[in-house]
């Protein structure tokens, strides 16, 4: 029971609709999160890892069906078909409904519901939105726990006010008395994850994973906050967040945008390798921004943890994210060591002689395969990262300086280009493309646009997505706007060789955009944007050869032509929605790059 009446009615409601054996409501404590592990345990769902090499943490198995978010199940359920727009799978609000009734009727037998009260954001920050999950799943209460405030307090601060309902179901109910219950239920026929954005409704049926079932996060603070952001006159971004300090202690802070997979989380917590530099984390998923009465963007980081991509992860590749996870961390499809922690790959040069895969299989280094799933995850406490910023929950937020667009892409993209403008950065970010990653079910590595990186978190139509951006730079005093950067780590050489180092390497790009943010940094324009001029990217101390450095900044005029069709083709799906300032852009971009091809 709470003080929120609209509250207490739809649990009631939604109890009499699953019909769970007894309703909990979360408080939050952390002797509630030890009696989560605890059911975990006695289920099987999740295994002790050894108090002395991974304290108080816990490995957990899914069930081979249920391993990543899944897009084609992903709804939008507007009133109007054409809010989703042709990015989004669209569904009838009220025939979606009608589906998920009889789904959802009786869908808790046998189960508990607990009821999770978080807030996306420092609690009481004016940034921060509150929302309830139901949800049967006591892995998502422990996971809602380490990902986002819950409980208690939060329930304090929203009175009687407006909450994001969330009501989530693994979807296998436990009809007979004393029926077994498998070590990770979930519904291997029906997955539906659903959203409602005008009655700010999420409803997702029959997966236990990551994004498909911590309601805060894709599905409330990307999906149905970038639907509130759209109407309030903010950002919801699926952006990382880092604050970045000079060697004269200036400290500035970047939010960057990069599709699933793609190194938020090392970006966010790098070691930059160029002397006197310090990086800060404040995120590494998701950005709210909203403008500060100094006209300024300021970003909160609206989560309260970390669910990162484990295999790659290594002291070599990211050393804060492997402090960050010592302990209290939910470990879930990496393998397990006989001694009871657990590994994957690339976490150590040489792999253990023996390990349990993800699929509970014995396994060798002779096996030929992998051991961990490549969508395995680490879900651990924000605050255990080693570089936390000190202002990582402050609830005015910090002030960003500059955004950065970025993928994975093979060809064609260079290291790093600034904007020319506000609304270039936005066509910047409307053409990002990257190669798929095991984030989401389906093929890996196909070529795919992503405008923003957010393809799949988009609430509502793709081409008033743009238009939103359009419109924030347009209110702005332009001067008070961040800068606008596209970057891409992963161009590759003929020898199909990655051109660049990455990891903490890429603390020379940050510094590089830092200094054009404060007016010293030296840039050329092309004609797709500004450029490091010759000597303003600091590579002192780096291996790269020269030769190799051409390529990775190289602006590519042929294969920039060759790409605009494919552009067009992908502007051509928004219709008349495609804002006008996109199209100038277009066709400004095409007349740069054949007057540069007309001079060579
Ligand atoms: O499964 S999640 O959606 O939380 C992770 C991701 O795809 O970014
Ligand atoms: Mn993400």
Redesign the pocket.
């Known amino acids: 029971m709470s003080k929120n009446k609209q509250l207490d009615a739809w649990v009631s409601e939604m109890a009499t609709m699953c019909q769970p054996d007894a309703v909990v409501w979360c408080d939050g404590s952390s002797a509630e999160y030890d009696r989560m592990l605890h059911v975990m345990e006695q289920s099987g769902t999740a295994i002790r890892l050894d108090e002395g090499k991974r304290p108080h943490s816990i490995y957990v198995r899914s069930d081979p069906a249920d391993v990543?978010?899944v897009e084609e199940f992903t709804f939008i359920c507007s009133m109007s078909k054409d809010d989703a727009g042709p990015t989004n799978n669209w569904k009838d609000p009220a025939e979606t409904k009608a589906i998920l009734t009889p789904l959802f009727t009786g869908c808790m037998k046998g189960r508990t519901l607990y009821v999770i009260p978080y807030s996306m954001g420092p609690i009481g920050s004016p940034i921060a939105k509150i929302g309830v999950e139901l949800t049967d799943s006591p892995y998502v209460v422990a996971s809602m726990h380490i990902m986002a405030r819950v409980g208690t307090k939060v329930l304090d601060v929203l009175g009687e006010g407006e909450f994001v309902r969330g009501l989530h179901s693994v979807g296998a109910p436990l009809e007979k008395d004393g029926q077994p219950d498998t070590p990770w239920p979930c519904n291997a026929k029906t997955k539906y994850i659903c959203h409602f954005p005008e009655t700010r409704e999420i409803m997702s049926y029959g997966s236990g994973?990551?994004?498909?079932a911590?309601l805060g996060?894709?599905c409330h603070a990307l999906r149905i906050a970038s639907v509130q952001a759209r109407d309030e006159g903010w950002l919801a971004e699926h952006m990382l967040i880092l604050g970045i300090t000079n060697p004269e202690g200036v400290k500035k802070y970047i939010a960057a945008a990069f599709p699933?997979?793609c190194g938020k989380t090392n970006l966010a917590m790098l070691q930059p390798t160029v002397p006197g530099w310090k990086i800060e984390t404040i995120g590494d998923?998701i950005a709210w921004m909203k403008f500060g009465a100094d006209g300024h963007l300021y970003a909160i980081n609206p989560e309260f943890g970390f669910?990162g991509v484990a295999p790659g992860t290594s002291l070599k590749s990211n050393f804060n994210a492997m402090k960050a996870i010592e302990r209290n961390t939910i470990f879930t499809n990496c393998a397990l060591t006989p001694d009871r922690d657990i590994w994957w790959e690339e976490m150590t040069d040489t792999p253990p002689a023996e390990l349990t895969d993800w699929l509970r299989r014995p396994w060798t280094p002779a096996s030929g395969r992998k051991t961990a799933h490549p969508n395995a995850r680490f879900c651990a406490p924000a605050s255990q990262c080693p570089v936390i910023s000190r202002e990582w929950e402050d609830p005015k937020g910090v002030r960003i300086d500059a955004i950065l667009f970025g993928g994975r892409r093979a060809t064609v993209v260079p290291l790093v280009n600034e904007a020319l403008s506000w609304q270039h950065g936005t066509f910047l970010g409307s053409i990002m493309s990257s190669e798929t990653t095991a984030?989401?079910a389906g093929a890996v590595g196909a070529l795919r646009f992503d405008p923003f990186a957010m393809l799949p978190f988009c609430g509502y139509h793709m081409g008033d997505y743009f238009g939103h951006w359009l419109k924030i730079g347009a209110k702005a005093d332009p001067a008070r706007l961040p800068r606008l950067f596209n970057v891409n780590w992963f161009r590759k050489g003929a020898d199909g060789k990655f051109l660049w180092p990455g990891y903490g390497e890429n603390s020379r790009v940050l510094k590089w955009v830092f200094e054009r943010v404060a007016g010293t940094g030296k840039a050329v324009d092309t004609p797709i944007g500004r450029l490091p001029a010759p000597g303003s990217l600091d590579l002192a101390g780096l291996s790269v050869p020269p030769s190799a450095m051409d390529q990775v900044l190289k602006v590519d005029i042929e294969a920039w032509l060759a790409e605009l069709p494919a552009v067009r083709a992908h502007y051509e799906k928004f219709g008349d929605k495609l804002p006008q300032g996109l199209k100038d852009e277009l066709a400004a971009l095409e007349k740069r790059l054949q007057g540069a091809g007309a001079k060579v």
């Open positions: 990543a978010r994973y990551g994004g498909n911590l996060k894709k699933s997979a998923d669910f984030a989401a």
